[in-house]
């Protein structure tokens, strides 16, 4: 039976995941002016990248002096992802401007489904990923933890490895699952992570089913997948239709990875498009999406490209006196398209089909 859920967290890793990409010569200050337009659009988390080693993602090399000056937004928490102790207290300097402090995710575990990845991305085999497990599990037991999150990674399958079955998918939670509860503590929550764009609808709602038939105490999915094939927006509709709250995504489709074997083809699906799905279901997202269309716009300066979302080049769904005038001239471009943001004069030089209604009936 499939329950809507009233809202949802969709975050936004535009700056992080996003830029992390894209050309490490972006200058510092174009990336200040696209952190302060996200802090417009009722992002209620932003995080502003990540300190990692500059040899590995030199894309991040200037955070510091980005925790040094952006000014943040009321209302927003600003946080940054962080690696190691070295990363940690890198970015802990700059507290409470920004916060990497508050904890905000459950204590849990997380296995790659392809070995091949788990080696390319994180320099470990699946195989260490499941022998450190135990340490997770009793230092969150230690720390009197009562719920806990799991997770695995590529779960639908790999551009190195082929096509994951149910079964793997289930046998590696059932694996992790075990240990928490082994230890008394619950696991309510479970992550799929996905960066070769493998999900289908069908295979996300299957998995979901059997993850929440076999562990009633399920409550909450977190959905990170990929959009390199572009079934990303249909696959989260479906876990919308389960139940899932938490999503991630980037302004207009932005990000990828270079250890996929896809490089930028691999983004998220964009946040407008997604804010735009949401909101005409009715389900509370907190975003502005004129305010996110805004910020795609300095983001396609920013990065110097196109992005690749729908709803920033189409605009939201007309309605009253946003209704398109009945004698609109040709639409070609997608300058002319932007009417609904920049006004008529920018299809002012275009011709017009329209010849009134005494011209429509003679047809």
Not at 208 to 234: C, D, K, Y
């Amino acid at each position: 039976m499939s329950t809507l859920p009233k809202s949802v967290t969709i975050t936004d890793d535009t700056m992080r995941e996003g830029l992390q990409i894209e050309s490490a010569s972006i200058p510092v200050d174009a990336k200040l002016r696209l952190l302060d337009a996200l802090g417009e659009t009722g992002a209620k988390v932003i995080s502003i990248g990540s300190f990692a080693h500059p040899k590995w993602t030199p894309q991040m090399a200037c955070i510091d002096e980005i925790a040094e000056r952006f000014v943040p937004k009321p209302g927003v928490r600003y946080t940054a992802a962080v690696f190691n102790k070295t990363g940690y207290d890198r970015a802990d300097k700059y507290y409470p401007k920004l916060d990497i402090r508050k904890k905000t995710h459950l204590p849990g575990t997380a296995v790659e489904v392809c070995d091949t990845f788990a080696r390319r991305n994180y320099n470990r085999s699946q195989a260490q990923q499941i022998a450190a497990l135990d340490a997770i599990v009793a230092a969150a037991k230690a720390s009197g933890a009562s719920e806990a999150s799991v997770g695995i990674g590529n779960p639908f399958g790999s551009n190195f490895e082929g096509p994951f079955s149910l079964k793997q998918r289930m046998d590696l939670l059932e694996l992790m699952f075990g240990k928490w509860e082994a230890a008394g503590i619950t696991v309510t929550k479970v992550a799929l992570y996905e960066a070769m764009g493998w999900n289908l609808p069908h295979t996300v709602r299957e998995t979901m089913l059997a993850i929440r038939e076999r562990w009633p105490t399920v409550s909450h999915f977190h959905m990170h997948l990929h959009n390199q094939r572009g079934s990303t927006i249909a696959s989260y509709y479906e876990a919308l239709q389960l139940g899932a709250t938490e999503f991630d995504t980037c302004l207009g489709g932005m990000g990828g990875c270079p250890y996929s074997g896809n490089g930028r083809s691999a983004g998220h699906v964009p946040t407008e498009d997604f804010v735009d799905l949401c909101q005409e279901m009715g389900i509370e997202t907190g975003y502005r999406l004129d305010k996110l269309i805004e910020a795609v716009e300095v983001a396609e300066e920013v990065v110097g490209h196109r992005l690749w979302g729908h709803v920033s080049k189409s605009g939201p769904r007309p309605r009253g006196a946003e209704l398109y005038p009945a004698n609109m001239p040709f639409i070609e471009t997608l300058e002319e398209a932007a009417h609904f943001r920049n006004g008529p004069g920018v299809y002012a030089h275009q011709i017009s089909p329209w010849q009134g209604d005494s011209a429509l009936m003679s047809h």
